[in-house]
């Protein structure tokens, strides 16, 4: 994403790792965030709608009320994920910064100064772009470990994945096929945006691989840790305490007419 400093780490002269063409992306990065952020959270908002029961102490449940805990467990949900995806961000930025490996497009999208005049097996350490690219992209060149695609794809695929698997299979109303085919659908996500990343020559096989290891473990991180998982939701959907005391108080109550009958003692 550029928002780390970037370390050069150095290139050998005329490598032919790093000599692709710059085809563009399959997956943008603004087509991988656009999902990531919106996708998990609506999911969670339309699987808590269909799973949402009223407490038994509550007669009627007004709507507001019902969206406002919807919304409620939707928020603490998504907290954790966007904390998850953050943290898994952060991760890959500072990989990215430290090591400063070049990409496979390096010599087209940076084109080094110090590559016109250097021999085969010349290592190159200094070097300034001179390619007519956005700078954004020349600094990018030399930003290719670990994959960021392949981290927050990962991440936001099986967040969903295993969020499904804890709690959709609770409704028993739902389509047989419709959770395993969401499901599949995250798992197809996570590889298109990973693999495509190598096909496109945006990235080297272990740029992906260590990618996918850190999405894996952010993922794991946020079900388990942050979410409990997903064993605490039921106290996001209770009413306090003061709540349930109304609510039982408006209860219509039916009193018994009781009347003392005092029986005369009768002496034998």
Known sequence: ??????????????????????????????????????????????????????????????????????????WWLTKDYMFGMFFNLAVVEVMKGLTGMPRPTFFDLCKPDAAANCTESTFVSEFACTSSYHWWYQLDSYRSFPSGHASLSIHAGFYTIWYLQRRAFSWNARPMLLVPLLQLACVVFAAVASLTRITDHRHHWWDVLVGAIIGFSTVWYTCMILCDNFRSLERYCDLTNDDKERSIQKRPVRVEDTRLVITPEINA
């Open 1 to 74: 994403m550029g928002v780390i400093p970037c370390h050069k780490s150095g290139f050998f002269c005329n490598d032919p790792s790093l000599n692709y063409e710059f085809k563009g992306d399959t997956v943008s990065a603004l087509l991988l965030m656009a999902v990531i952020i919106s996708v998990p959270p609506k999911v969670i908002l339309i699987t808590e709608y269909f799973l949402y029961k009223q407490p038994d102490y509550v007669l009627k449940e007004s709507f507001k009320k019902k969206c406002f805990k919807l919304f409620k467990i939707k």
